[in-house]
């Protein structure tokens, strides 16, 4: 173990959760050891489990971290075109899902059902949810509750495909991010007064590239 290096409380713990997302990141969670991450972090134990109690508390807060990162990275800008938000988004989830496969199928595979890391899940799809529903022309109240609904299945459905695809790649990353752009956006057609992608889907080969 190298020599430890003295840290605020603050500092320590930001390293340590450093430490938990690299791991988290390169191995499946069951091949992940608390005692790996004391060693690389340089530290003890029993520093360690001051800081997170068990290995689930760490991944959970690795992955709140992520949650939270990924909605600051997630821009909705109203002088981008709807397709332009969601490209930027679908990018912006897919580039960390890649980047972080085993920690992804770890929360939604080996760690399914867990309520806390449900709860982070949870939260963060509404809070997309919300955004979403902020830029959208909504006529009425009535219209804003439709299309809701229509977010928080697509978000999931999302979801669901986007870990399907990490576990067995049946196309390419850009026809997976045009197939949950072009779905949401044919379930939301019906219920919009005006046609909110009129140039979608890109005409041409390779033309979602």
């Not at 520093?47 to 997630?74: G, I, M, N």
């Not at 529903?133 to 299309?147: T, W």
């Not at 669901?160 to 197939?179: A, G, K, N, S």
């Not at 752009?181 to 590239?209: E, I, M």
Request: glycine share 4%; proline share 7%; charged share 20%.
């Amino acid at each position: 173990m190298p020599p430890r290096k003295r840290l605020t409380p603050a500092d320590r713990r930001a390293q340590l959760l450093a430490v938990g997302a690299r791991l988290f990141a390169a191995h499946p969670y069951a091949d992940v050891l608390m005692e790996d991450v004391a060693e690389e972090a340089g530290v003890s134990r029993a520093l360690l489990y001051r800081h997170f109690p068990s290995k689930h508390a760490l991944f959970a807060t690795v992955y709140q971290q992520a949650a939270d990162q990924l909605l600051v990275e997630t821009r909705f800008d109203p002088a981008d075109s709807l397709v332009e938000q969601l490209i930027q988004g679908m990018d912006v989830h897919l580039d960390y899902f890649v980047a972080n496969r085993n920690a992804v199928l770890a929360a939604n595979r080996v760690l399914a059902g867990d309520p806390v890391i449900q709860t982070i899940m949870t939260n963060e799809l509404d809070a997309l949810r919300e955004r979403l529903l902020a830029v959208l022309p909504l006529a009425n109240e009535s219209a804003r509750e439709a299309v809701s609904g229509v977010l928080k299945s697509w978000l999931v459905f999302v979801q669901v495909l986007c870990v399907d695809w990490l576990t067995h790649e049946t196309c390419t990353r850009v026809q997976l991010r045009d197939v949950c752009v072009g779905a949401v956006l044919g379930a939301l057609r019906p219920l919009l007064a005006h046609d909110p992608a009129p140039d979608w889907p890109p005409q041409g080969p390779g033309a979602g590239a």
